[in-house]
């Protein structure tokens, strides 16, 4: 997947905002959370960092090409990075981006969820 393809589809979720931070990263949020990064990659495939449900996490973090993600997984938060597509494709990727914006979605207040129209 390269950033284009990654924003692209990023922006077809709800309530999407990308800004960049962190050193460049491509930083996808709804009402203001993060649900995906993209970005510290040397070629045109961005590292992409999800949050997962600690089930998935579990399976994933023992997966090659993916990672427990650098920071936020080291502060006990069920982040993923892949790194490559080795073992997930990039259906597999939009899928969890899409399960990743719809975990932080849940987190945001019913307020902020109905401003946002979700």
């Known amino acids: 997947m390269t950033y284009e393809e990654y924003d692209s589809f990023c922006a077809s979720l709800p ?5 960049v931070q962190w050193g460049g990263a491509h930083v996808w949020k709804v009402g203001g959370k993060v649900f995906a990064i993209g970005g510290w990659s040397d070629d045109a495939m961005p590292f992409v960092t999800f949050k997962c449900s600690p089930a998935a996490f579990e399976i994933l973090k023992e997966q090659p090409g993916l990672r427990p993600a650098p920071y936020l997984a080291s502060r006990g938060m069920n982040w993923i990075q ?8 990039d259906a597999d990727l939009r899928v969890y981006i899409t399960e990743s914006h719809r975990l932080v979605t849940a987190g945001l207040t019913k307020k902020l969820r109905k401003e946002l129209g979700l």
């Open 82 to 89: 892949r790194t490559s597509d080795e073992a997930m494709s």
């Open 15 to 19: 309530a999407a905002a990308k800004v």
